[in-house]
């Protein structure tokens, strides 16, 4: 069984400030992990991946994630936030070799403050 | 490559009526997914396609939903005798086996009323 929360639905940052978005997950087996970014009525979008590699994943539009089994995270960091990123941000996991579905966490709403 | 299609983007139906949502994948692309969002949550896993066949399918699935991926291309989402309940965003995904990433298209927003 496998599962993601997503501490905070709502999260204000303000603009050139730190984006710290929580990623707590639990899975039985060694898991892959995931960060998807979704704006309005829109599908979602692959921001970056962790696949048992590098710990620390490098994504796109300056996002980052550390990949942290001890304490079973991988939150999602920018370090300057800008406008545009304001959005639906998912985390996601799955286990390698199988059907490789996606368990997503509930979702946190990122707001940028002028 | 024109990324994952999914058509229509919006769908309002009358309660009891059948939809039919169709999702054409990348082409190459061998593994197919439909999820389904609720206001609020993430998406939610329904059922998934290995070429034509498929393979798994979530509780969430009801009889009254079937999917379909007949010739291991493009698949269809069936719902029938909708109900309220079933108002959400379903969005299709596909993926390359032994490929982790999932590329989903924009998704079809139900609204039953």
């Known amino acids: 069984a496998q599962s993601v929360t997503q501490l905070g639905s709502h999260v204000s940052v303000s603009e050139g400030a730190l984006v710290l978005l929580r990623c707590n997950y639990s899975s039985s087996v060694p898991p892959y992990l995931f960060w998807y970014v979704q704006y309005p009525n829109q599908g979602l979008q692959l921001l970056l991946k962790?696949?048992?590699?590098?710990?620390l994943v490098k994504g796109i539009n300056g996002f980052e994630a550390e990949f942290k089994k001890s304490e079973t995270s991988f939150h999602l960091t920018k370090p300057s936030a800008h406008m545009s990123d304001a959005a639906e941000y998912f985390c996601a996991v799955t286990h390698p070799g199988g059907n490789e579905k996606l368990t997503f966490g509930t979702g946190t709403r990122l707001t940028i403050i002028p | 490559d024109t990324g994952v299609s999914q058509d229509p983007r919006h769908k309002i139906t009358k309660r009891g009526q059948n939809v039919t949502f169709r999702c054409d994948p990348i082409?190459?692309?061998?593994?197919l997914y439909w999820y389904r969002q609720t206001l609020g949550q993430g998406p939610e896993f329904l059922t998934y396609?290995?070429?034509?066949?498929?393979?798994?399918k979530s509780r969430l699935l009801s009889d009254r939903f079937s999917a379909e991926r007949p010739k291991g291309s493009f698949s269809t989402l069936e719902i029938q005798r909708t109900e309220q309940g079933d108002s959400a965003m379903y969005l299709c995904a596909s993926s390359l086996r032994g490929d982790t990433e999932a590329f989903f298209g924009q998704g079809t927003r139900l609204t039953v009323v």
């Open positions: 082409s190459e692309h061998n593994r």
């Open positions: 396609f290995q070429n034509e066949a498929q393979l798994e």
């Open positions: 962790y696949t048992s590699a590098a710990t």
